[in-house]
């Protein structure tokens, strides 16, 4: 099996993309990251790009880009994301179409891109986000939920479909984290979402790096179309 060498991490100037582009940094990784705004992380082993990740033209130079310094990515991380916390009846289309642009539109578009040269390399590792806001089907988050839960249908057919190229598909469903998107929650809604879990507390960035290490790992090349929640649901 290849050796990963590269990883590719959307939406990482900050939250928990920045903390995962940091992690994978200080592991000796070459990281690509990418956001709607320059960033102002410096390392030697690190390459930013500017992209918004709901434009398909933005995703496609961007992965084109990167490929003209490197044979391919590794591992691409479907970070990139946004909420919505609104009653249904309220909900605006054009929310709608951004937050569907955001998680849905430009996890795909990532997703299509680097596989076209994952599956040239006969190797590669996807990691997709969802949120533990799908099972618990949380009243007020019903565009973030359904743009997750469409983030999951992707998971499990696209690691049907390019498993034949040693290529796993997996995702991740973070419970609430301390981050700027949370911070934008009442409190009570959070403590609300807390207490439907087994392990009543806030995630931990550290939750998020194990479960996305256990995936990458090359003992996991037997692992795909999986969601893991954290927090016990």
Same mark, same amino acid.
């Given at each position: 099996?290849? %050796?990963?060498?590269?990883?590719?991490?959307?939406?990482?100037?900050?939250?928990?993309?920045?903390?995962? *582009?940091?992690?994978?940094?200080?592991?000796?990784?070459?990281?690509?990251? +990418? %956001?709607?705004?320059?960033?102002? /992380?410096?390392?030697?082993?690190? %390459?930013?790009?500017? +992209?918004?990740?709901?434009?398909?033209?933005?995703?496609?130079? *961007?992965?084109?880009?990167?490929?003209?310094?490197?044979? =391919?990515? =590794?591992? &691409?991380?479907?970070?990139?994301?946004?909420?919505? /916390?609104?009653?249904?009846?309220? *909900?605006?289309?054009?929310?709608?179409?951004?937050?569907?642009?955001?998680?849905?539109?430009?996890?795909?578009?990532?997703?299509?891109? +680097?596989?076209?040269?994952?599956?040239?390399?006969?190797?590669?590792?996807?990691?997709?986000? =969802? #949120?533990?806001?799908?099972?618990?089907?949380?009243?007020?988050?019903?565009?973030?939920?359904?743009?997750?839960?469409?983030?999951?249908?992707?998971?499990?057919?696209?690691?049907?479909?390019?498993?034949?190229?040693?290529?796993?598909?997996?995702? /991740?469903?973070?419970?609430?984290?301390?981050?700027? /998107?949370?911070?934008?929650?009442?409190?009570?809604?959070?403590?609300?979402?807390?207490?439907?879990? #087994?392990?009543?507390? &806030?995630?931990?960035?550290?939750?998020?790096?194990?479960?996305?290490?256990?995936?990458?790992?090359?003992? =996991?090349?037997?692992?795909?179309?999986?969601?893991?929640? &954290?927090?016990? &649901?």
């Amino acid at each position: 099996m290849n %050796s990963i060498q590269s990883i590719l991490i959307t939406g990482n100037r900050k939250g928990i993309g920045r903390y995962l *582009t940091e992690f994978y940094l200080d592991k000796g990784y070459g990281v690509y990251g +990418c %956001s709607r705004t320059k960033s102002d /992380l410096k390392n030697k082993n690190y %390459s930013h790009f500017e +992209c918004d990740v709901s434009r398909e033209n933005d995703v496609i130079k *961007t992965v084109k880009a990167i490929h003209k310094e490197i044979d =391919s990515i =590794s591992v &691409l991380i479907n970070n990139a994301g946004i909420a919505s /916390l609104n009653h249904s009846v309220l *909900t605006p289309a054009k929310t709608v179409k951004k937050v569907f642009g955001t998680n849905f539109n430009g996890s795909f578009y990532f997703t299509r891109e +680097c596989s076209k040269y994952m599956m040239k390399k006969n190797f590669g590792r996807i990691i997709n986000f =969802s #949120t533990v806001a799908v099972p618990l089907d949380l009243d007020g988050e019903m565009i973030y939920a359904s743009s997750k839960s469409a983030v999951e249908k992707m998971t499990k057919i696209t690691a049907k479909e390019l498993a034949k190229f040693n290529i796993t598909v997996n995702a /991740l469903g973070p419970t609430p984290i301390d981050t700027d /998107l949370t911070r934008t929650v009442p409190k009570n809604k959070i403590d609300e979402i807390i207490e439907k879990h #087994t392990i009543k507390r &806030l995630g931990k960035m550290e939750d998020i790096s194990n479960v996305i290490e256990f995936f990458i790992k090359k003992e =996991s090349e037997f692992i795909t179309g999986q969601i893991i929640y &954290l927090g016990g &649901l």
